[in-house]
């Protein structure tokens, strides 16, 4: 197994995007997992930071991944009140892989970390 890291420091959208599209181009032709950590999670309503993921974004890695690739996403506590954010960050996340609602997977330990949730679908 073989893991590789991309570390560039991120500034600009399109060249750290381009960046991730090309490693995953490169890769061998075996299963893989791609896991996105970015500082918060997917874009909010409004203005997204350097800290989220747009859909169109996480919607192009999706595209460039090969069947059988599970994609893996970190996604952080949207909000500092007991609003619930889970199943409306996961509903986002389906939305923007173009999956039906209930594709994705869910894995979170509200026990040890109830401000941090992940999500992933296995290309099929």
């Known amino acids: 197994m073989t893991?590789?890291?991309?570390?560039?420091?991120?500034?600009?959208?399109r060249e750290y995007q381009q960046v991730i599209i090309e490693n995953i181009s490169k890769r061998t032709k075996?299963?893989?997992i791609v896991?996105?950590?970015?500082?918060?999670?997917?874009?909010?309503?409004?203005?997204?930071?350097?800290?989220?993921?747009?859909?169109s974004?996480?919607?192009?890695?999706?595209d460039a991944l090969d069947i059988d690739d599970l994609l893996v996403f970190y996604?952080?506590?949207?909000?500092?009140?007991?609003?619930?954010?889970?199943d409306v960050?996961?509903?986002?996340?389906?939305h923007a892989l173009g999956l039906a609602d209930g594709d994705a997977k869910l894995a979170h330990a509200?026990?040890?970390?109830?401000?941090?949730a992940f999500f992933f679908a296995q290309k099929i």
């Open 35 to 55: 896991f996105l950590d970015p500082d918060t999670g997917l874009e909010p309503k409004g203005k997204a930071g350097l800290q989220h993921v747009l859909e």
């Open 75 to 86: 996604q952080h506590k949207t909000n500092r009140n007991s609003d619930p954010w889970i």
């Open 57 to 62: 974004e996480l919607r192009e890695i999706w």
């Open 89 to 94: 960050k996961k509903a986002q996340f389906e």
């Open 110 to 116: 509200l026990g040890i970390a109830n401000d941090v």
């Open 30 to 32: 075996t299963r893989n």
């Open 3 to 13: 893991i590789e890291l991309i570390a560039d420091e991120f500034h600009n959208r």
